[in-house]
């Protein structure tokens, strides 16, 4: 078992900056893949971006100059540094964690991100 703790998520202007992480803890595999997800009143959940263990990131087209995934595998953690906010980025954001030993995954309760214009 795997648990994510998500924190960090806050009311904030529209062109501020917030930093969200998420730690992960238990049965940790040194191969893995941790994301951010983010679900939006009335959307689907999508992807924002991804992080591999060894360091390969990946991140979705609206995000792209904006949102940066970094880890720290020392403390398995990852971070999302988001810059430049927009209202359209209001959203519940969840942290999940991919064992590369088996597929499992695992997901954080999740931190309300909300940018007021």
């Known amino acids: 078992q795997v648990q994510l703790v998500e924190s960090g998520g806050c009311l904030v202007q529209a062109g501020g900056s917030l930093r969200p992480s998420c730690a992960a803890s238990?049965?940790?595999?040194?191969?893995?893949?941790m994301g951010w997800y983010r679900q939006a009143p009335g959307k689907q959940r999508e992807l924002v971006a991804g992080i591999t263990s060894g360091g390969k990131t990946n991140d979705t087209d609206s995000v792209k100059g904006r949102f940066t995934i970094s880890s720290d595998n020392a403390k398995n953690t990852v971070y999302l540094q988001m810059n430049s906010l927009k209202p359209e980025d209001t959203a519940v954001y969840c942290c999940a964690y991919t064992s590369g030993y088996d597929g499992s995954t695992y997901w954080g309760q999740g931190t309300q991100v909300t940018v007021s214009s």
């Open positions: 238990g049965s940790i595999f040194s191969t893995n893949v």
